[in-house]
């Protein structure tokens, strides 16, 4: 049988990935197959900034991004598959997957286009129980 966690334990570890992140992070779009978790990375697609604060305190074991600037020059051509938070420095700190819905990181078109802007609609992580 699976853990269950409390909502107190659940938003506490969402608020470390905000922690983690520290100021002002990055959210880097990826194509290709996901490595496993802080793998090395495919091609580039697009780097978006975060705002200075990653997200405000987690609710009901969710955490929703603040707003993330979009990418107004595309790096390359591709179609994104996953995507990897880090801190301004490029540390890892985690990687969800990327869709144009029902996904953790909602993009305005997975089908990125070098020079194309590339905007992120909303970054949501939940942390279920079973």
């Known amino acids: 049988m699976a853990v269950g966690y409390s909502t107190t334990l659940r938003n506490a570890r ?15 779009i ?3 197959t996901r490595p496993a ?4 990375a495919t091609t580039l697609l697009a780097q978006l900034a975060l705002s200075a604060t990653f ?10 991004a603040s707003a993330i ?6 790096d390359a051509t591709g179609t994104a598959t ?3 938070l880090t801190t301004s420095g490029g540390t890892f700190v985690a990687d969800m997957g990327v869709a ?31």
């Open 14 to 28: 969402l608020d470390a990935i905000t922690t983690a992140i520290g100021a002002s992070g990055l959210l880097r």
């Open 30 to 32: 990826y194509d290709g």
């Open 69 to 74: 600037t979009s990418d107004s020059s595309a």
């Open 100 to 130: 144009v819905s029902g996904a953790e990181v909602t993009l305005n078109t997975v089908a990125i286009v070098i020079g194309g802007t590339v905007a992120c609609t909303s970054c949501v992580i939940t942390a279920g129980n079973p």
């Open 55 to 64: 997200a405000p305190a987690a609710a009901a074991g969710v955490l929703t």
């Open 82 to 84: 996953w995507a990897r």
């Open 37 to 40: 978790s802080g793998g090395a």
